[in-house]
T-cell receptor, first 115, second 112 residues
Framework: ETGVTQTPRHLVMGMTNKKSLKCEQHLGHNAMYWYKQSAKKPLELMFVYNFKEQTENNSVPSRFSPECPNSSHLFLHLHTLQPEDSALYLC??????????????FGDGTRLSIL | GENVEQHPSTLSVQEGDSAVIKCTYSDSASNYFPWYKQELGKRPQLIID?????GEKKDQRIAVTLNKTAKHFSLHITETQPEDSAVYFC???????????FGAGTRLFVKA
C-alpha cells in the first residue's frame, strides 16, 4: 500500500542540526496527523491538520514545527532536538467531516535517532 | 484528560487458541473504535472497527465487542496463527474524528 508515503525512513542527526520529515498522502483525504511512537508508550498525537488548518497541537515543544502547504503534504521541521526525541514518527491521514468516522491510514514512519 | 487503557501489555498463546485484548475509554463522546495491527518494522494497519450504534462485529477470525455503558471494548482472535503475532492497538475517537486516543498496545506472541 502506498497511500501514505514518508521520507526519509531513517534519520540520524545531532542535537544542533536542522532537518525536516516529509509526508505525502494519495488518498484524497482532508486531514493529516503527526504521531510520535516511543518504546513501551502509546502513540502520542502531536499535530492535526484539517483542510490545511492546524486544529490540534498537543503541547508539543517548539523544537518541532509542522507545516501543511496543501491537503496532500505534511512536513515536520526539526531543530535543536534532545536525545529523548529519538522515536518513530508516524504520519497518518483520514477523511473527516463526512458524518461517519473513518479510520486513519498510516505511513511507514521515520525512525529518528538523536546523537 | 481522556485516555484509553489496554490490557494485557503482552499476551502469549499457543497456535489455535483464542486471544482476547481488552480496552476501556474515559471520554463519553467517543463513538468510533478502530483496532490496528502493527507488525515489526511496519506501519499500523486497520484490522477491524466498530461504531457506537453496534454491540458486536465479526470479520472471519476477528471479532470486536463494545459495551458503551461500561465504556469497554474488546478484540477477539480465534484459531490464532503465527502470522497473528504483532502489536495490537485499540483506539477511541470522537464524532469529529480528529481526536483519536490510542491504547498502549498489546504484544501478541503466537507459538507454533
Amino acid at each position: 500500500e502506498t497511500g501514505v508515503t514518508q521520507t526519509p525512513r531513517h534519520l540520524v542527526m545531532g542535537m544542533t542540526n536542522k532537518k525536516s520529515l516529509k509526508c505525502e498522502q494519495h488518498l484524497g483525504h482532508n486531514a493529516m496527523y503527526w504521531y510520535k511512537q516511543s518504546a513501551k508508550k502509546p502513540l502520542e498525537l502531536m499535530f492535526v491538520y484539517n483542510f490545511k488548518e492546524q486544529t490540534e497541537n498537543n503541547s508539543v515543544p517548539s523544537r518541532f514545527s509542522p507545516e501543511c502547504p496543501n491537503s496532500s503534504h505534511l512536513f515536520l521541521h526539526l531543530h535543536t532536538l534532545q536525545p529523548e526525541d529519538s522515536a518513530l514518527y508516524l504520519c497518518a491521514s483520514s477523511q473527516v467531516g463526512t458524518g461517519d468516522n473513518q479510520p486513519q491510514h498510516f505511513g511507514d514512519g521515520t525512525r529518528l535517532s538523536i546523537l | 484528560g481522556e485516555n484509553v487503557e489496554q490490557h494485557p501489555s503482552t499476551l502469549s498463546v499457543q497456535e489455535g487458541d483464542s486471544a482476547v485484548i481488552k480496552c476501556t475509554y474515559s471520554d463519553s463522546a467517543s463513538n468510533y473504535f478502530p483496532w490496528y495491527k502493527q507488525e515489526l518494522g511496519k506501519r499500523p494497519q486497520l484490522i477491524i472497527d466498530i461504531r457506537s450504534n453496534v454491540g458486536e462485529k465479526k470479520d472471519q477470525r476477528i471479532a470486536v465487542t463494545l459495551n458503551k455503558t461500561a465504556k469497554h471494548f474488546s478484540l477477539h482472535i480465534t484459531e490464532t496463527q503465527p502470522e497473528d503475532s504483532a502489536v495490537y492497538f485499540c483506539a477511541a475517537s470522537d464524532t469529529g474524528g480528529f481526536k483519536t486516543i490510542f491504547g498502549a498496545g498489546t504484544r501478541l506472541f503466537v507459538k507454533a
